[in-house]
C-alpha cells in the first residue's frame, strides 16, 4: 500500500477505528408523533448518562425534533440540569406513577431550549421502588404515565438511576429502544453483559419491541491506548451496535451542568456540541428516532 493509500486510510476512519458514515442533515418532519421512546441505562453510575440524555435530546430538538426527557433518577440531576428546582416541585413523575387523578401535561415542564420539555423528578421518588412492589402490573407504571403524551413527541429520552431495579425495569418496559452510555474504561466493561442480559429478560417477559440501539462511548480520551484498546474490544463484542459517535472529555460539560444548559447553547461551538449533534443526526440516520 502506498503512503498516500495508508493516509487515506487513515483520515477515513472514525474514532472507534470504522469508516465514518455519511451523516446528512436530516429533513425537516411535517408533523411530531408518535415518539419513539428511548432508555438511557447503565447501572454503573458517573458515565456521562444524563448529560447524554440532555444533549442529545438538545441536538434532536435543534434538528426541529420535539422531545420530552424524563427524569426517573431520585437525584433529579436531568432536572436540576434543565433548569427545574427538584426542591420546589409539588408534582412529580413519582406522583403521576404512584396516584390517580394527575395530568401529565401538567407536570412536564418546558426548558429554555425550543421544544424541549422534561418530566421532572426529586427524591420523592426513591420511595417508589418499594412501594411499586405491591402494585398490579407494577413494570408497566411508566408506560401508563407516558401514554397520553406520546402522540405529542417525536423522541421521548428516559434518564435510568444507575441501578437495574424496578424504575430501570419500568423504564425499559415502556421503550422502544436503549443506549448504553459506556466510559471508555476496562472496569465500565464489565457490567456491559449483565445489562444486556437484563434488556434481554425484559424483551422476552414484558417488552418484545425492546431493542438496543447502540452503545456510546463516552469520557473517551483517543491520546490514550487504554481508552482506544477498551474501544476497540467494545466494537469487537457489539460490531453493529457502537455507535461511531464517540463523546471526549471536556471540561465544558461540567460547566454547562452549573449553567443549568445543554452544551450545544452554552458552548455552542465546542466540540462537545459537535459531537452530541453528530450522534443525534447518527440516531436519526438508524432509524432510531424520527
Known amino acids: 500500500m502506498s503512503p498516500s493509500s495508508s493516509q487515506q486510510l487513515d483520515i477515513d476512519l472514525g474514532p472507534t477505528g470504522r469508516p465514518m458514515p455519511d451523516l446528512p442533515e ?39 425534533r420535539k422531545v420530552l426527557l424524563v427524569d426517573l433518577d431520585p437525584q433529579g440531576a436531568l432536572s436540576a440540569g434543565t433548569g427545574v428546582n427538584p426542591y420546589d416541585l409539588d408534582v412529580t413523575v413519582y406522583n403521576l406513577l404512584m396516584e ?7 407536570v412536564i415542564r418546558e426548558t429554555s431550549t425550543e421544544g424541549l420539555d422534561v418530566l421532572p423528578a426529586n427524591i420523592d421518588l426513591s420511595a417508589a421502588e ?17 401514554r397520553p403524551v406520546a402522540d405529542d413527541y417525536d423522541v421521548i429520552i428516559i ?68 481508552a482506544r484498546e477498551v474501544c476497540q474490544r467494545v466494537v469487537e463484542a457489539f460490531p453493529d451496535k457502537v455507535f461511531h459517535t464517540t463523546i471526549n472529555r471536556t471540561v465544558k460539560f461540567p460547566d454547562a451542568s452549573v449553567a443549568a ?28 428516532a424520527a
Open 26 to 64: 436530516p429533513a425537516p418532519l411535517e408533523g411530531h408523533g408518535p415518539a419513539r421512546i428511548i432508555s438511557m441505562v447503565n447501572q454503573k453510575g458517573g458515565v456521562g448518562k444524563t448529560t447524554s440524555v440532555i444533549n442529545l435530546g438538545a441536538a434532536l430538538a435543534e434538528l426541529g
Open 159 to 226: 434518564d435510568c438511576q444507575p441501578s437495574l431495579g424496578l424504575l430501570t425495569v419500568n423504564a425499559l418496559a415502556a421503550s422502544h429502544g436503549v443506549i448504553i452510555p459506556l466510559e471508555a474504561e476496562y472496569f465500565a466493561l464489565r457490567g456491559v453483559a449483565l445489562l444486556v442480559e437484563t434488556i434481554e429478560k425484559v424483551q422476552d417477559r414484558i417488552n418484545p419491541r425492546l431493542e438496543l440501539d447502540g452503545i456510546l462511548i463516552t469520557m473517551f480520551d483517543p491520546r490514550t491506548l487504554h
Open 261 to 288: 444548559e445543554p452544551i450545544i447553547s452554552f458552548a455552542s461551538t465546542n466540540k462537545g456540541a459537535d459531537a452530541y449533534r453528530q450522534l443525534a443526526r447518527e440516531l436519526i440516520a438508524r432509524g432510531a
Open 100 to 106: 390517580r387523578g394527575h395530568d401529565v401535561r401538567e
Open 130 to 146: 418499594v412501594t411499586l412492589v405491591n402494585e398490579v402490573a407494577r413494570e408497566m407504571a411508566l408506560a401508563r404515565v407516558l
